[in-house]
């Protein structure tokens, strides 16, 4: 399974924790609840083309040539795992024999940024390890 070098992984979470500031500023200040899917395949594939299936006030983002994150505004847990099951679906209808690797967390069970950027990863690394190809990772099943 593929593992990410440290460099990598420090690129990424960067790239996600700048474009994740607008959305915490909201959290904290208005608390309007926001939700961060990230999603990895082994294949290079145009990931771009599932942001024509997300709403005009999220925010999608490539991190690496085969990974890629969706800020999904304004959802509670329940609210981003159905979101994040959508775009799931969307990658499967159009790659239908790709194996993707996905993983969810909502602003409202962390403290900080860091802790939410660093625990999505987590999950991440947690599904590619455990082969949970297409399967949406949250914090409870990866205990």
């Given amino acids: 399974m593929v593992t ?21 500023y909201r959290f904290r200040r208005y608390e309007v609840n926001y939700s961060i899917a990230i999603g990895h395949t082994p294949e290079e594939i145009d990931l771009s083309i599932l942001s024509q ?34 775009l799931l ?6 790659f239908f024999s790709i194996p993707i690797y996905v993983g969810i967390v909502t602003a409202s069970n962390y403290d900080t940024d860091f802790k939410m950027v ?12 455990h082969n949970m190809n297409s399967v949406l990772v949250e914090c409870s099943q990866a205990i």
């Fill in 4 to 24: 990410f070098s440290n460099r990598q992984h420090s690129l990424m979470k960067e790239k996600l924790t700048q474009a994740v500031k607008d959305f915490s």
């Fill in 118 to 129: 660093h625990e999505l990863f987590y999950l991440l690394e947690y599904a590619i390890e």
């Fill in 89 to 94: 679906t969307h990658f499967q209808g159009i």
């Fill in 53 to 86: 299936h997300i709403r005009q006030s999220d925010r999608f983002i490539i991190l690496d040539h085969n990974t890629c994150a969706v800020i999904l505004d304004c959802t509670s847990d329940t609210c981003g795992m159905k979101a994040a099951n959508n």
